[in-house]
Nanobody, 120 residues
Framework: QVQLVESGGGLVQPGGSLRLSCAAS????????MGWYRQAPGKQRELVAG???????NYADSVKGRFAISRDNAKNTVYLQMNSLKPEDTAVYYC??????????????WGQGTQVTVSS
């Protein structure tokens, strides 16, 4: 009923920047919290950054000061601006959202993931 589609991943050199986007579509009445997670090979998926519908944000300690999460509620889209990228940021990045449908059901939805590789 709800689809999340990420874009913006790719290969970047250390110190570079990327901007990820995630657009939600489908049976959406309202979106509450949205966030970005990542999973590196052999590691568990971890929260990178989250943002509430009111704009409050939280970040993993490892990305504070380098990454910025934002959202456009009119477009049902969340962004992740990633600066000063490091090789350890290499992972598949996933978008997540808490969605209330027109049928008044809550869904925690995930995107398909986008690969970010930081390497020289």
């Amino acid at each position: 009923q709800v689809q999340l589609v990420e874009s913006g991943g790719g290969l970047v050199q250390p110190g570079g920047s990327l901007r990820l986007s995630c657009a939600a579509s489908g049976n959406i009445f309202r979106i509450d919290a949205m966030g970005w997670y990542r999973q590196a090979p052999g590691k568990q998926r971890e929260l990178v950054a989250g943002i509430t519908s009111g704009g409050s944000t939280n970040y993993a300690d490892s990305v504070k000061g380098r990454f910025a999460i934002s959202r456009d509620n009119a477009k049902n889209t969340v962004y992740l601006q990633m600066n000063s990228l490091k090789p350890e940021d290499t992972a598949v990045y996933y978008c997540n959202a808490d969605v209330l449908t027109y049928g008044m059901s809550w869904y925690n939805s995930w995107g398909q993931g986008t690969q970010v590789t930081v390497s020289s």
